[in-house]
């Protein structure tokens, strides 16, 4: 009688522990604070669900303009950074919110703009399609939100001799880069606008829309990934984060980054060192 009392503790404390592994690793997660353009690119639903199968770590993802992600992660909000403005990243590293940057994946910016160009855009020169632009005051939308792709057009603009003067057409939109495209794509004769490629190719509102400049080595658009610095915010998830760190930048999730495709197109190139 005492043995099978002792057989029927024992699995009762077993099965105890089983369920309270299983509720720990259902409970597992973490918040992973990114841009819009690996959101809206799709990318994010083809990486996360590979991630949470090798590690059991469920991801929220609250996606919003490079500068608004990295404020979010200054605040502790975020156990994860993953977003693509080098120098604000590196800012975050210098300033005490992260240990360290690693590179991740890159893709490229390209300009979107009415199929018939009137303004004599298309070609391979960022910084000459832009004059264009402001001479010709053609239609413009601009993220205006701070975001790393709104950091990048901000510096083609500076390389201009036209950055004081934009053209009457130049509006910012204070949105995401799919919401920028919206209201391009919907103008009446078409806008111009900068947009990463990933987004673009995930577009499927693109009316007379078409892709005018690509292949200028400015328009390199390199992502970065940073774990939130405990000794900053002690809240921070850093083994689980870390985690996420690791596993993207390694063999596994470099290998799903780069087996996203939209009609046999990569969108994003893995480059982790």
């Known amino acids: 009688m005492i043995r099978f009392k002792q057989l029927v503790i024992a699995a009762v404390v077993g099965t105890s522990a089983l369920l309270g592994s299983a509720a720990a690793l259902a409970q597992s997660s973490i918040v992973i604070a ?3 353009s690996t959101e809206q690119s ?31 992660a200054r605040r502790g909000d975020a156990d994860v950074l993953f977003v693509h403005d080098k120098v ?4 975050f590293v210098a300033d005490g919110f992260a240990a360290r940057r690693q590179e991740v994946m890159y893709n490229d910016f390209v300009l979107i703009g009415p199929k018939a160009d009137p303004a004599g855009t298309k070609g391979r020169d960022i910084v ?24 990048a057009e901000l510096r083609f603009w500076k390389m201009t001799d036209t950055d004081a003067n934009k053209g009457s057409g130049y509006k910012e939109c204070g949105c995401g880069m799919g919401p920028a495209l919206n209201i391009a794509a919907s103008a009446a004769q078409g806008a111009y606008v900068l947009a990463d490629r990933g987004t673009w190719l995930n577009f499927k509102n693109r009316a007379d829309l078409t892709v005018l400049v690509e292949g200028d080595q400015r328009l390199f658009n ?22 996420f760190v690791d596993w993207v930048t390694g ?21 982790a060192k």
């Open 251 to 271: 063999p596994a999730g470099q290998a799903t980054i780069a087996s996203y495709k939209i009609g046999g197109e990569q969108l994003f190139f893995p480059n």
């Open 42 to 72: 799709g990318l994010f639903g083809h990486l996360l669900p590979e991630f949470k199968k090798a590690t059991g770590i469920d991801v929220k993802v609250v996606a919003l303009g490079t500068g608004q992600a990295i404020d979010m």
């Open 128 to 151: 000459a399609a832009l004059k264009k632009l402001a001479t010709a005051n053609a239609p413009f939308i601009s993220r205006g939100d701070k975001s790393g792709t709104h950091a």
């Open 34 to 36: 990114s841009t819009t």
């Open 222 to 243: 390199q992502y970065g990934v940073m774990l939130v610095s405990a000794a900053k915010h002690p809240q921070v998830k850093t083994a689980e984060g870390q985690k």
């Open 88 to 91: 604000a990243e590196e800012k």
